[in-house]
T-cell receptor, first 117, second 112 residues
Framework: GAVVSQHPSWVICKSGTSVKIECRSL??????MFWYRQFPKQSLMLMAT?????????EQGVEKDKFLINHASLTLSTLTVTSAHPEDSSFYIC?????????????FGPGTRLTVL | GDSVTQMEGPVTLSEEAFLTINCTYT??????LFWYVQYPGEGLQLLLK?????DKGSNKGFEATYRKETTSFHLEKGSVQVSDSAVYFC???????????FGGGTRLMVKP
């Protein structure tokens, strides 16, 4: 149980285009999903927290108009990188909040590697 | 605020050596503690967790004990394998359990 998928697993796009990344919780309903960004050889940086049916909460320094997050259902959240530029190239990881053994925890997707040319 | 500090890598060991990766934390209340592993090109996988003081999490030969008195959650394995080569992240979950604070990650390289 507690499986989270991401699609696509990797994407290469031209500068100026928009890219949408999907995050799905496959076997549970996630009221909260998280989006992280990871630069090479660095830790995860939380970008935003999204709750189903409401606007995402962005961390300081993350441009909400650049990184559009939609959490339209309890099993799907999307991150759209708008007008992507080479500096947006990174590894994007989502997680879904769930509950196991009476405790809340996050279940991570496999990540999406974005390369902007 | 909450923070997690873990030893910087890379840690390079020979196969069958003993592994320790130190992790200490600063938090208010009673957080949960986690170790995640990230293999090259992949997302994070939960390795083990502990939800209260003195709990020991264990999985795949790895173990860590939640030490409230020293605010530590050190990861250990008695005999590492080449397949254990990965990046290991220590993380702290807030009281509500819905937010994680990550350490900087420690890269482990195991040589045959």
């Amino acid at each position: 149980g507690a499986v989270v998928s991401q699609h696509p697993s990797w994407v290469i796009c031209k500068s100026g285009t928009s890219v949408k990344i999907e995050c799905r919780s496959l076997d549970f309903q996630a009221t909260t999903m998280f989006w992280y960004r990871q630069f090479p050889k660095q830790s995860l940086m939380l970008m935003a927290t999204s709750n189903e049916g409401s606007k995402a909460t962005y961390e300081q320094g993350v441009e909400k108009d650049k990184f559009l997050i939609n959490h339209a259902s309890l099993t799907l959240s999307t991150l759209t990188v708008t007008s992507a530029h080479p500096e947006d190239s990174s590894f994007y990881i989502c997680s879904a909040g769930g509950r196991t053994s009476g405790y809340n925890e996050q279940f991570f997707g496999p990540g999406t590697r974005l390369t902007v040319l | 605020g909450d923070s997690v500090t873990q030893m910087e890598g890379p840690v390079t060991l020979s196969e069958e050596a003993f592994l320790t990766i130190n992790c200490t934390y600063t938090a208010t209340g009673y957080p949960s503690l986690f170790w995640y592993v990230q293999y090259p090109g992949e997302g994070l996988q939960l390795l083990l967790k502990a939800t209260k003081a003195d709990d020991k999490g264990s999985n795949k030969g790895f173990e860590a004990t939640y030490r409230k008195e020293t605010t530590s959650f050190h990861l250990e394995k008695g005999s590492v394998q080449v397949s254990d080569s990965a990046v290991y992240f220590c993380a702290l979950g807030n009281n509500a359990g819905n937010m994680l604070t990550f350490g900087g990650g420690t890269r482990l390289m195991v040589k045959p």
